[in-house]
């Protein structure tokens, strides 16, 4: 039974920093991409940021970029969301989940919610002003 279970959010201020992380059970990351997303109240879910682990490349929103890094642990089967500077407008429920298929590496057309599956329950990010 494959589960991913994301982790790690809560209340911050604007400015502080949170790590979320993704574990896997029942499935192995290998050579599928893992991606972040996020929903807001009231707004679409949009990719956040996603790295290949067949060729360990990254992609990242330009909302995020700079602020946030994707990386991950081939031993823990996990992966991570390390978040800085977060904003108000960072805001949202953060998902992660892995790719339906294999894709040689992640762009912003593969970063794509519909191409991903097994979505869990999330985990909430709330920013204060």
């Known amino acids: 039974d494959v589960q991913l279970q994301a982790s790690g959010g809560g209340l911050v201020q604007t400015g502080g920093s949170l790590r979320l992380s993704c574990a896997a059970s029942?499935?192995?990351?290998?050579?599928?991409?893992i991606g972040w997303f996020r929903q807001a109240p009231g707004k679409e879910r949009e990719g956040v940021s996603c790295?290949?682990?067949?060729?360990?490349?990254?992609y990242y929103a330009d909302s995020v970029k700079g602020r946030f890094t994707i990386s991950s642990s081939n031993a823990k089967n996990t992966v991570y969301l390390q978040m800085n500077s977060l904003k108000p407008e960072d805001t949202a429920v953060y998902y992660c989940?892995?790719?339906?298929?294999?894709?040689?590496?992640?762009?912003?057309?593969?970063?794509?919610?519909?191409?991903?599956?097994?979505w869990g329950q999330g985990t909430q990010v709330t920013v204060s002003s």
């Open positions: 029942g499935f192995t990351f290998n050579n599928y991409a």
């Open positions: 989940a892995p790719t339906k298929q294999y894709y040689d590496g992640v762009d912003a057309n593969t970063c794509s919610g519909p191409l991903y599956n097994y």
């Open positions: 790295i290949s682990r067949s060729d360990g490349s990254t």
